[in-house]
Every structure is written in C-alpha cells, then in structure tokens.
C-alpha cells in the first residue's frame, strides 16, 4: 500500500533550522509532484512548497528565502529545508503527494510537528 513515512519535525528557537524529510513506498515516484502543508491551530491547511519531477518548485510567499523544497528520486525522498524559523511557522507539516494525472488519487503523509518557540 502507499505510504508517505515524514520526519524531521520537533521544537526549535526562532532563527533556527530544521529539516524535514518524506519517503515514499508504493508509489512511482516520478509520476507524484511532491508538497509540503501545514496546518496550525483553528487554521486552514495550506501549501507551502512543491516539487515537480523535472524540479521546478513554487513556494508560499511567507517562506519564500528561508525554505527550500527538493526531492532525491533514486531515494523517493522529498526534503523541506527551513531556515531562519519564526514562531509562526509552528504547524503540522504534511506530505503530499499529487499525480501528475488529476483524476489519479493523492496522498498524504501523518504529519510531523514544528514548533517554534523561545
């Protein structure tokens, strides 16, 4: 079955970085452009950066210069690195993974937390 497996998450000061990574099984990973979501308290999920195969990345414009979306292939990894964290980036982060066919399902990961707190 397909399974996005994140990690990475955990609790920081501001100013600092984490890493979060997302390995998939059960999927061609090739065929998925791969994001990240968060969700914080009493808010919407909402995008924060994706992946297509080919590398070409969108981002949020909140974290536009301090985050950076990348993807490993051979690894079937997806990696979201976030510098310079403020406290408003606490949330949960969440995996997607969205076929490049619409009608195809996607997934989500369990989401890993990220709390940013002095």
């Known amino acids: 079955q397909v399974q996005l497996v994140e990690s990475g998450g955990g609790l920081v000061q501001p100013g600092e970085s984490l890493r979060l990574s997302c390995t998939a099984s059960?999927?061609?990973?090739?065929?998925?452009?791969m994001g990240w979501y968060r969700q914080a308290p009493g808010k919407q999920r909402e995008l924060v950066a994706d992946?297509?195969?080919?590398?070409?990345?969108n981002y949020a414009d909140s974290v536009k210069g301090r985050f950076t979306i990348s993807r490993d292939n051979a690894k079937r990894t997806a990696y979201l690195q976030m510098n310079s964290l403020k406290p408003e980036d606490t949330a949960v982060y969440y995996c997607?993974?969205?076929?490049?066919?619409?009608?195809?399902?996607?997934?989500w990961g369990q989401g890993t937390q990220v709390t940013v707190s002095s």
């Open positions: 997607n993974a969205d076929h490049l066919v619409p009608t195809e399902d996607d997934y």
């Open positions: 059960g999927i061609i990973f090739s065929l998925y452009r």
């Open positions: 992946i297509t195969d080919g590398g070409r990345t």
